[in-house]
Nanobody
Framework: QGQVVESGGGLVQPGGSLRLSCAASKSIFDIYSMGWYRQAPGKERELVAVFTTWDLTNYAASVKGRFTLSKNLARDTMWLQMNNLKPEDTAVYYC????????????WGQGTQVTVSS
């Protein structure tokens, strides 16, 4: 059974930085998209940043210029560099990976907590 695993969350002061990692297991084939979403208490899950294809990224307006996606050559691991963090970035951050092999499916991780507070 394939899975994706997030890491790198934690507590940081406003203005600080964190780097989140997301790794997809080798049993997941032909990943064509990976992305980050977040969910704050009492709010719906929202898009943060995504590789819509491996050559095209999309960022939420609230994080543009502060967050940056990167990936490895194998296209099974990605990172989210988060700079100039704000209290409103506090949420559980989830990673997903989309594949069409053998059928269309989206794998979700368990989430990693990011807390921005002084």
């Amino acid at each position: 059974q394939g899975q994706v695993v997030e890491s790198g969350g934690g507590l940081v002061q406003p203005g600080g930085s964190l780097r989140l990692s997301c790794a997809a297991s080798k049993s997941i084939f032909d990943i064509y998209s990976m992305g980050w979403y977040r969910q704050a208490p009492g709010k719906e899950r929202e898009l943060v940043a995504v590789f819509t294809t491996w050559d095209l990224t999309n960022y939420a307006a609230s994080v543009k210029g502060r967050f940056t996606l990167s990936k490895n050559l194998a296209r099974d691991t990605m990172w989210l560099q988060m700079n100039n963090l704000k209290p409103e970035d506090t949420a559980v951050y989830y990673c997903n990976a989309r594949t069409k092999t053998p059928v269309p499916y989206t794998y979700w991780g368990q989430g990693t907590q990011v807390t921005v507070s002084s």
